[in-house]
């Protein structure tokens, strides 16, 4: 596994960025705008999932728990007590984060790991979506509808490039942090926890304080994904910003693209966003996008077992390795 | 350097380890032998911090680490490896390696630095980014030794590190195990392949049915009636008086 060089990777980044900057101006149609912002977004929460998933290996299966939290934070400060929405980005991820702590410490103190973490996430999240479902502050049912005032200052901005900047910004600082990860004593034992973590252990790695430490992280930065969202609807209710079908969204564009790689939750998300719009604007079949969605993940596990990306990857090898077929 | 005192563990009605002590003083190189199922390893695991021990006091460096979590006994500098090997499998050599070398360099250029020192050190300089999941029996147990020896370690536990080897790769381990105790690492292993043992070790403990039954220098050691019925049952020693030579050998194979 050559990796690629300093240089190359930097290359990669700078005209990925690019492209992303002049997007929306070369394809500024609404329809371009609002396909860019919803690949970017699940680029943004995927990647979330995919520190703590991908990075780690602590599968989970309730990553909306913290998506909730986070949109329900910034959603009930600003309605309930006035503040602005902008507050709401810090609160959101706070509160992601002081979710992400709780079930940690629970879980993962009671040694927890794999399928029953997988499911205890899951548990979380339906608890959280009850009590969203039965308490006042939230709206209860009926959610939470923010009224429309279309102003940058009021996190609702005027024209929808707006919208695309800002979760542009946070999806290049969520994919810094893969970066980061990727080149960082952290990530280096987070890595040797997810393939083995006696051997982690023995090696002198303080294996619950790191994954209590990746989770707030992935915690909070799947919070600040609850806020956008409800910024970006303006309206939230505990099935959709509690239910499993975001969960499951996260964890596909990850394992669709390449889980534990940087560019993986990107990849995976344009490809959902793609075919999201595609089957919207084709068909009038309800839910035909995660059909496809679906079948293209059974053929993705069956060939490509470590995503989409390794599609590249080879053809990088073998282009740096003309000589090696198929590369190692 | 580490003091084992009548350390026992209990695993349901069965005392895998009954009331057993050793010492390794520092700088040296001590051996754990014994039969299959003599408990060996759980006496490992439970100097290293992996089981809580039922009676008995551990202590390293001069202080009592009964108890203490694993990657706090790792880190003040005793570090196991494991019988069956424990790979990251989807890490490259290179990767692996500097996981332990992270523990001793925060810092990345260091880390990455120090681990490609080790692997030289243990022979896969020309491995370095081999995926760990495409190496030999061999492989495997050497860059287990290399990325617990790349965390800076005090005294090093080496569970067979030998097992499964042909005798060219043996010998290659030995002569690393000795750089490394050269090197100033003192070593505590346990091991059936008795060639290693005999030119390896200058103390041997015998462990039978989690007792010690015997310890001192190797050749006295295998010269024990004791030793030599847990391996080879009871009459055996008396055979061998009769019959000097041959069974000796027998037993230095077992």
């Not at chain 2, 009548?6 to 057993?20: E, S």
Request: aromatic share 10%.
């Amino acid at each position: 596994m050559s990796a690629p060089t300093a240089r190359q990777a930097w290359l990669l980044h700078g005209s990925l960025l690019a492209v992303a900057l002049v997007f929306p101006f070369v394809f500024s149609s609404s329809f371009a705008v609002n396909f860019g912002v919803m690949a970017l977004f699940y680029a943004f929460i995927g990647q979330s999932w995919n520190i703590a998933g991908g990075f780690a290996g602590q599968l989970s299966f309730g990553h909306v728990v913290f998506f909730g939290a986070g949109a329900y934070a910034s959603t009930i400060l600003q309605m309930r007590f006035g503040f602005s929405p902008w507050l709401g980005l810090p609160a959101s991820a706070l509160a992601g984060a002081l979710v992400g702590w709780v079930i940690a410490f629970l879980s993962f103190r009671a040694g927890l790991k794999g399928s029953y973490f997988a499911l205890i996430t899951l548990a979380f999240a339906e608890v959280l979506r009850i009590v969203a479902n039965s308490v006042e502050i939230t709206g209860g049912g009926l959610g939470m509808l923010i009224p429309a005032k279309r102003s940058a200052a009021n996190f609702q901005f005027p024209e929808r490039i707006g919208f695309y900047f800002l979760i542009l910004a946070l999806t290049v600082a969520s994919i810094a942090v893969a970066v980061w990860l990727k080149h960082s004593r952290f990530g280096a034992q987070l890595a040797a926890i997810r393939e083995n973590e006696d051997a982690a252990r023995a090696l002198g790695i303080d294996v619950y304080t790191e994954k209590v430490k990746v989770m707030i992280l992935s915690g909070a930065m799947c919070g600040v994904g609850g806020c956008f969202f409800a910024q970006y609807f303006l309206y939230i209710d505990p099935i959709i910003v509690f239910g499993v079908d975001k969960s499951v969204e996260m964890l596909l564009v990850s394992m669709i693209g390449g889980a534990g790689t940087v560019y993986g939750p990107l990849i995976g998300a344009v490809l959902l966003a793609g075919i999201s719009d595609a089957t919207r604007a084709l068909t009038d079949v309800q839910g035909l996008s995660l059909v496809l969605y679906g079948t293209l993940l059974v053929v993705i596990i069956a060939f490509l077992p470590n995503g989409l990306i390794d599609l590249f990857q080879r053809w990088g090898r073998r282009r740096r390795h003309p000589a090696e077929k198929g590369g190692a | 350097m580490l003091q084992v005192q009548g350390l026992t563990k209990i695993f349901g009605g069965l005392k895998a380890v009954d009331n057993a002590s050793l010492e390794v003083g520092e700088g040296r190189i001590v051996a754990l032998i014994g039969p299959n199922g003599a408990g060996k390893t759980t006496l490992f695991a439970c100097i290293a911090g992996f089981h809580p021990v039922n009676a008995g006091r551990v202590s390293f460096l001069g202080q009592d680490i009964t108890g203490l979590p694993v990657h706090q006994i790792a880190r003040r500098g005793m570090v196991r490896t494991f019988q069956i090997t424990q790979p990251f499998a989807k890490l490259s050599v290179h990767e692996t390696i500097a996981v332990g070398a992270y523990q001793r360099f925060p810092d990345r250029r260091e880390a990455w630095a120090h681990a490609e020192r080790v692997a030289q050190q243990v022979g896969m300089g020309a491995m370095l980014d081999q995926p760990a999941a495409d190496l030999t029996v061999a492989g495997r147990k050497r860059l287990e030794l290399a990325r617990t020896l790349a965390t800076g370690p005090k005294l090093l536990l080496l569970d067979e590190v030998m097992a499964g080897l042909n005798p060219s790769e043996i010998v290659e381990i030995v002569e690393i195990v000795r750089r490394i105790r050269a090197s100033g690492v003192t070593v505590l292993l346990i091991e059936h392949v008795m060639q290693a043992v005999m030119s390896l070790s200058e103390h041997i403990y015998v462990l039978s049915y989690g007792r010690i039954i015997a310890d001192g220098a190797p050749r006295e050691v295998v010269n024990d009636p004791a030793v030599i019925e847990a391996y080879l049952g009871r009459g055996a020693a008396e055979g061998m008086a009769a019959h000097p030579g041959a069974p000796t050998q027998e037993a230095a194979h077992a």
